[in-house]
């Protein structure tokens, strides 16, 4: 059974790069699309990328000038960074893995989720 | 495109038809997924490509449309169904999500 945790600090500075890693058991991440979704208080799911070993790479609009997610296949993680966070950035993260109809084609949606890391930036 | 779910909030009673919409900004592909979401958890995907169930889900949840317009229905409410649910919408460049539609109890 696939499971996914995130880690991370849970207060960020206004300004400062937020940075989250998701560690994946029971699942290599040099297979499927990985992912993060994040849920601000009071607020709807928000997309924010998707990555995979391919190299194949898809931003939200919204995150595209400041998200960067990476895979790191020695320690079986991805991460998310997230530069100059505003207190509009506070929210639950999740890591998510994706899935496809077949390997080639596009990832709909996010089948096995971890349980979500708060982050809070504030001074 | 834009996904936009009605209503945001719907109050029912166990045992009822459910429908819940989802509106694209523009017409699009049958490329749409549906999850179920309760506080303190994960999120569930239900169903995608509009209609296609995941594996697991029970028969009573069902999705339907076209064009721009997408609908999520469940045929006899259970208590386990209280939720939020959200709409998502996938191309090979984008993934949206629908603002939520929450389910509550009458």
């Known amino acids: 059974q696939v499971t996914l945790e995130e880690s991370g600090p849970g207060l960020v500075k206004p300004s400062e790069t937020l940075s989250l890693t998701c560690t994946v058991s029971?699942?290599?991440?040099?297979?499927?699309?990985w992912s993060w979704v994040r849920q601000s208080p009071g607020k709807g799911l928000e997309f924010i990328a998707y990555?995979?070993?391919?190299?194949?790479?898809v931003y939200s609009f919204s995150f595209m000038s400041r998200a960067t997610i990476a895979l790191d296949t020695s320690k079986n993680q991805f991460s998310l960074k997230l530069r100059s966070v505003g207190a509009a950035d506070t929210a639950i993260y999740f890591c998510?893995?994706?899935?496809?109809?077949?390997?080639?084609?596009?990832?709909?949606?996010?089948?096995?989720w971890g349980q979500g890391t708060m982050v809070t930036v504030s001074s | 495109i834009q996904m936009t779910q009605s209503p945001s909030t719907l109050s029912a009673s166990v045992g009822d038809r459910v429908t819940i919409t989802c509106r694209a900004s523009e017409t699009t592909t049958n490329w749409l997924a549906w999850y179920q979401h309760k506080p303190g958890k994960a999120p569930r995907l239900l169903i995608y490509e509009t209609s296609t169930l995941e594996s697991g889900v029970p028969s009573r949840f069902s999705g339907s449309g076209s064009g721009t317009e997408f609908t999520l229905t469940i045929s006899r409410l259970q208590p386990d169904d209280f939720a939020t649910y959200y709409c998502?919408?996938?191309?090979?460049?984008?993934?949206?999500f629908g603002g939520g539609t929450k389910v509550e109890m009458k």
């Open positions: 998502q919408h996938y191309t090979t460049y984008s993934l949206t």
């Open positions: 990555t995979s070993q391919s190299g194949r790479t």
């Open positions: 029971d699942a290599s991440v040099s297979h499927f699309y």
């Open positions: 998510a893995k994706m899935k496809q109809t077949t390997s080639w084609s596009t990832p709909y949606g996010m089948d096995v």
